[in-house]
């Protein structure tokens, strides 16, 4: 058996079994401040696809882990990391790992508004680490829009009980000056006439980004992104998920790029499965 699938194999039999155990926690209402919340997650990708690009043709493994305290009903404090597993032989460094994210960051729920409702902010300071940064700049090949470890904020601001729940999503990389934001849209549906434990979901963004960002001239439309997922809870704590992401490239200066990259088109897709297990 390959390595990556070995891989997958054992982790989602750690996940499984340990929402075994979730099942006989205490109550949510009866959990001690200092006990986090947790979440595991383990996502299967044809490609590594980012703002609608490809910087990574072949398939990928992500891991990723977040611990959450409650520090008052309004407030949330969070830690986590992602750890993406490589299958590309694209840099002759295959089967590694080939980024490491590291994220601590608070969210804000406020109370409820007339017209709109609660708002959720959130904001996160995350650590971007290329292992594979040496083996890049050996071959003179590169993958993602990162050459180097980056540092940035993200604030996130989300009308969560507006229809559509429609928001703003604001990235700086104040290392190396790139700005980028989106405004996104998310369609939920329960699909009960199939199944009660079946979720239909598909958010929608409209990316934007200066020219460090995009490699464009000018601060442009970047892309557009649409992502149709179904969900289905397998217990209280356990739920998988299938999803396909699909990429526009809107700007004629971000097509002509992403048609001149050979893993990129002006339409990008792929495809994913995961695995999540939430405590």
Known sequence: MKLNKLLVFVLSCVLLGS???????????????????LELSLDRSSRYMSEGNVGNPDAIDTLSLTLGWDLTDNLNFHVGGVGIYDE??????RRNIE??????????????????????????????????????EVTGKTLHNHTIDTKEYEID???????????????????????????????????TAISEKLTFECPVE?????????????????????????????????????YVLMGWALDSDIRRDWKE????????VCWGLNLTLSF
């Not at 109550?27 to 919340?37: A, G, M, N, S, V």
């Not at 960002?213 to 356990?238: D, F, K």
Request: glycine letters at 4%; aromatic letters at 14%; a negative charge.
């Open 19 to 37: 929402a075994v155990m979730a099942q006989e926690a205490a109550p949510e209402k009866d959990r001690p401040i200092w006990l986090p919340t």
């Open 88 to 93: 590309t032989d694209a840099c002759g460094n």
């Open 99 to 136: 980024e490491w994210n590291w994220l601590a960051g608070l969210t804000y729920t406020t109370p409820e508004f007339d017209v709109v409702g609660k708002i959720k902010i959130n904001f996160d300071y995350i650590y971007y680490n290329y292992p594979r940064n040496k083996a890049d």
């Open 157 to 191: 601001v989300t009308a969560v009980d507006l229809f559509l729940s429609p928001g703003i999503v604001f990235v700086h990389d104040f290392e190396n000056d790139v700005i980028k934001a989106n405004v996104n849209v998310t369609f939920e549906q329960e699909l």
């Open 206 to 242: 409209l990316w934007f980004g200066n020219h460090q960002y995009s490699g464009a001239e000018h601060t442009t439309v970047y892309s557009l992104c649409v992502q149709p997922t179904l969900n289905y809870e397998i217990t209280e704590n356990v739920s998988v998920g299938a």
């Open 261 to 268: 990259d050979e893993n990129n088109n002006a339409f990008n």
